[in-house]
């Protein structure tokens, strides 16, 4: 089984989301990256982007595919990950690490529908099946 840190909240569409303060930093999971396979690019939006909760946020591609990434939150992108854009492999290595994709600081306290990461392994392997 993929590694799903306990401090992290997750998608059923397969993002990590964690609160630093004010911001929140969004990724892909282990599980996505390792079945992506070798990430060679990937496309980030511009800071001060507004995004809504769903809405596209980024997309990374691999020599077998390219996935749509979907922002868990709404608001307003304050930073992106450069290096991932430079270095796409960054998020196969380090996908809760380095291999962060965006920063997000939320318009205004919405309730957000998120696993624990208990329930995202529970959804995960119900998906092999």
Known sequence: MSQVPKE???????????????IFTIGITDHAQTMLGDLVYVE??????????????AVVESVKAAAD??????????EINQDVIDNPQLINQ???????LIRIRPFEKEKISLLSSDDYTKAVAAEAH
């Open 8 to 22: 992290l909240q997750y998608t059923e569409t397969h993002e990590w989301i964690k609160q630093e303060e004010e």
């Open 44 to 57: 980030l939006p511009e800071i001060d982007t507004q995004i809504e909760s769903g809405d596209e946020c």
């Open 69 to 78: 990434i979907y922002s868990p939150i709404s608001g307003e992108v304050v």
């Open 94 to 100: 380090e996908p809760y690490g380095r291999g962060w």
